[in-house]
């Protein structure tokens, strides 16, 4: 087991080189740089070549991008994100509250999504092919289909203005109490909710089905376990393996996949933070951002492989 981690760790090394190495290349792409974006039509129509040198040597713009690359990396691995282009504050002050917003709101709708994902897909599977597996079905496949821009902006008609029960923007800042934040964000964790469960109800559910379906089970049936204990006790513990890794990655992925939520509901997370450094061409908060996303979803993954292979001995040995 220790032979399969560390093989994996050495994996998840390179991988989040790799997505550095993307991203800076992705952000150099784009046209124009930091000081160009920063400049209004006045302002750079008033700069000789000569001042447009001048002030890109000041902010370092001027040297290669492999060395900027390298300078940003040999910081970061210490911690040191550095300083933004425009501004020179200090990129972790920058992510850091935006960071601690996302993470509780991605945590609160795991807190939800999770349990609901299970208890939806437990039922889909226990009445195959009744009524309630079939709303079940038809519901993941509708919220799947729905994008959260267009079912956040629905439940904000509807809850907003219909029935003016929940803000529709997020009225706390950025430094407010995370209590404050959660009880402003009921709209976004709603949106998230509904638009990310599909995948795991039907993980659970087809696991849920091949572990009913399984010998052991029927062992147990026969045997005259009750049907909650063939539930509870044998076909739950069983198809939960398969959706283990899927629920890792799905926790993981809220961090990056609630950027259209933050934007549409205006919360203070690191969503928004994004889309400023990339419209500013801010390189190192862009690249600080995917390297602490990057390492979020590797670290979930390690976990879970960690996990399925405390639960299944097969897997220790792949």
């Known amino acids: ?51 447009f040198a001048k002030r890109r040597a000041e902010l370092g713009l001027d040297r290669p991008a492999v060395v900027r690359y390298g300078s940003w990396l040999a910081h970061a691995v210490t911690g040191d994100f550095g300083k933004t282009i425009i501004g020179r504050e200090d990129v972790a002050t920058v992510i850091g509250y935006p960071l601690r917003n996302s993470m509780l709101l991605g945590l609160v709708t795991a807190l939800c999504a999770i349990p609901i994902a299970l208890a939806i897909g437990i039922a889909a599977a226990y009445w195959r092919g009744r009524t309630p597996d079939l709303i079940a079905s038809t519901g993941a496949i509708v919220g799947y289909s729905i994008p959260e821009f267009a079912s956040g902006n629905f439940l904000v008609l509807c809850f907003a203005i219909w029935l003016p029960i929940f803000p529709a923007m997020i009225t706390a800042f950025t430094r407010d109490a995370p209590t404050t934040l959660i009880a402003a964000s009921f709209l976004p964790v709603l949106t998230v909710v509904i638009g990310s469960i599909a995948h795991l109800v039907r993980l659970v559910r087809a696991g849920f089905i091949e572990s009913l379906n399984s010998d052991y089970v029927e062992r147990a049936r026969l045997a005259g376990a009750s049907n909650l204990s063939l539930v509870l006790r044998h076909a739950l513990p069983a198809s939960v393996i398969p959706a283990l890794n899927s629920a890792a990655l799905y926790v993981a992925g809220l961090l990056s996949g609630i950027i259209v939520v933050e934007k549409v509901f205006a919360y203070p997370g690191l969503g928004l933070v994004l889309i400023n450094a990339v419209e500013k061409r801010e390189v190192a908060v862009v690249q600080a951002i995917s390297l602490i996303a990057a390492l979020v979803v590797i670290g979930m993954n390690l976990l879970a492989d960690a996990a399925v292979m405390a639960l299944d001995p097969r897997a220790r040995s792949r």
């Open 1 to 51: 087991m220790l032979k399969a981690m560390a093989r994996r760790l050495v994996l998840s090394a390179l991988v989040v080189f790799l997505v550095t190495v993307l991203v800076f290349v992705a952000t150099e792409v784009l046209p124009g740089d930091a000081l160009q974006v920063s400049l209004t039509a006045d302002e750079a129509s008033q700069m000789s070549d000569a001042d």
